[in-house]
């Protein structure tokens, strides 16, 4: 015989403080959501189209049938030796990107120090410096990274002496400073705060315990 189970159920604000942690551990399992990280790659691309960075891309079917590119950017986190961000990319002379990074991030001195130093590079090669980076490997951290260095020269003269390693140094130093932005943005989302706006947003209702309920 089927009979009628009555349920008391509670908002989030509603709970005690043991239920509410249980709560945000169920919603801390569903977050955050597939391509979180698609905002920190926006910002990372415009950067890099600053800095005289084109990020390769590579086609992904979509289950539409079409295409679309992803850009060539991985990383795996956060917490274990070997983390790390990298990319692959092309890079070239762009004209004022010192300036230009300071008006796009004013606070961020990592980026001035890299738009800062490619540009000088630039300078003691004429601004014909142009550099490859490819990853290696099945790690993804900035030292997967391999850079190849060039200088375009109607004379065939070759980069200067500190070019390879000025440059690499620049592309892994972004690298790393994809990594925070990207560990910076997790932390946010998998935060108390932001745990327990997604909940009460979604207007879920728990047991008395803290268990989901409708």
Sequence with gaps: MPET??????QFPELSD??????????RDLAPHDDWWGAVYEDFERIC???GIRVK???VRLMSGGMRHKPCVWFSGFWSQGDGACFEGYLGHSKGAAARIRGYAPMDATLHG??????????RNFYRLAAEA????????????????????PSSQPPTEDAEEI?????????????RQLQAE???????EAIEEGIIVNAYTFTEEGRRFG
Excluded: F, N
């Design 5 to 10: 189970i009555c349920t008391t159920v509670y």
């Design 18 to 27: 043991a239920a509410k942690a249980k709560a945000r551990s169920w919603y």
């Design 49 to 51: 189209e600053i800095l």
């Design 57 to 59: 891309t590579t086609p």
């Design 114 to 123: 890299i738009a800062d130093r490619l540009q000088a590079i630039q300078r």
């Design 134 to 153: 490819s990853h290696r490997g099945r790690y993804y951290h900035e030292h997967t990274m391999s850079v190849d260095v060039t200088r375009d020269s």
């Design 167 to 179: 440059v690499t140094e620049a592309l892994r130093d972004l690298a790393r400073w994809l990594y």
């Design 186 to 192: 997790y932390e946010h989302l998998t935060s108390d």
